[in-house]
């Protein structure tokens, strides 16, 4: 489901909410899938709890999952509403990229360093 790679550059709990949320995006994990507690992900992995209950924590945030008490953690239906709200802002940002003459490498560009710049904080 879920591996950590030691070696890599991007912290542990990135790559926890990361590959979680690729894979709810991707519909790996359908809406409703249940998650692993924190502490068993976390012994899973090798990690501190703190850590998958960070990634958890931002997953929430991001409306990408839903912890429901002592019923445990699932993926959200409100995930696929984000998509939807991305996907709408990311037609608007083309259009108005190309409205001001940027090519698709351009707009890409500023794209990728936004995302960037936003996974180093």
Do not use: C, W
Request: charged share 20%.
């Amino acid at each position: 489901m879920i591996s950590i790679d030691p070696e890599s550059s991007v912290a542990p709990f990135e790559q926890v909410r990361s590959q979680f949320a690729q894979q709810i995006t991707d519909r790996t994990l359908p809406v409703g899938a249940k998650l692993p507690t924190v502490r068993a992900l976390a012994a899973e992995l090798g990690l501190a709890a703190n850590t998958v209950a960070k990634a958890y924590r931002e997953l929430e945030e991001a409306g990408l999952i839903e912890t429901r008490g002592r019923a445990g953690t699932f993926v959200s239906a409100a995930g696929q509403h984000a998509q939807i709200v991305v996907q709408r802002a990311a037609a608007e940002y083309a259009l108005k990229a190309r409205s001001l003459g940027m090519n698709s490498e351009e707009a890409l560009s500023i794209v990728r360093a936004a995302i960037e710049a936003n996974a180093r904080s």
